[in-house]
């Protein structure tokens, strides 16, 4: 244990995650073994950059698919990374916390004051509350609940904190 703390220290870049992205011309096409352990990516960067000029009728009408969201899970996974949402009238907006944060340490992503005055927190999943419409129907159905300081935030949670 005591290694594991002292090589940790050290910051080696060997000690470091790493994420290979595959430049391909067919993202089906499996790579050779060795290459498919590592954690990857594949991606066409010259139908990457092409889809960026094109509009969503014509993405759809050719069929094509941007793989760059792929790229951005894959390397949140990696870094032990998830999103929650808060959202308003005026705006919503999407937030980054470690994997494992507990509602106050979220609401500490937003300002310290969330974590040191957290009495509780309206959570939903954001599939749930897009399918339902709306915050304030989702609270007249039920579907939003309560959690207090111990709840583990979860990839897409939307929040309200109480404070």
């Known amino acids: 244990e005591n290694c594991r703390i002292i090589i940790r220290e050290m910051s080696l870049l060997t000690m470091k995650p790493f994420l290979y992205v595959y430049n391909v011309a067919d993202i089906e096409r499996k790579l050779p073994d060795e290459l498919e352990k590592r954690k990857h990516v594949k991606l066409d960067v010259k139908i990457e950059e092409e889809l960026?000029?094109?509009?969503?009728?014509?993405?759809?009408?050719?069929?094509?698919?941007?793989?760059?969201?792929?790229l951005v899970v894959v390397a949140y996974d990696l870094l032990g990374l998830q999103t929650f949402l808060t959202t308003g009238k005026i705006e919503t907006r999407a937030w980054t916390i470690k994997k494992g944060a507990t509602a106050p340490e979220a609401g500490a992503a937003i300002h310290t004051?969330?974590?040191?005055?957290?009495?509780?927190?309206?959570?939903?999943?954001?599939?749930?509350?897009?399918?339902?419409?709306?915050?304030?129907?989702?609270?007249?159905?039920?579907?939003?609940?309560?959690?207090?300081?111990?709840?583990?935030?979860?990839?897409?949670?939307?929040?309200?904190?109480k404070v």
């Open 52 to 70: 960026i000029e094109m509009s969503t009728e014509e993405k759809d009408e050719m069929g094509l698919v941007s793989h760059i969201d792929d």
């Open 113 to 161: 004051d969330f974590q040191e005055r957290f009495i509780r927190a309206d959570i939903i999943n954001w599939k749930k509350l897009l399918e339902i419409g709306s915050w304030g129907k989702a609270k007249e159905l039920g579907a939003v609940k309560t959690v207090g300081k111990d709840y583990i935030m979860q990839d897409g949670d939307v929040v309200e904190f």
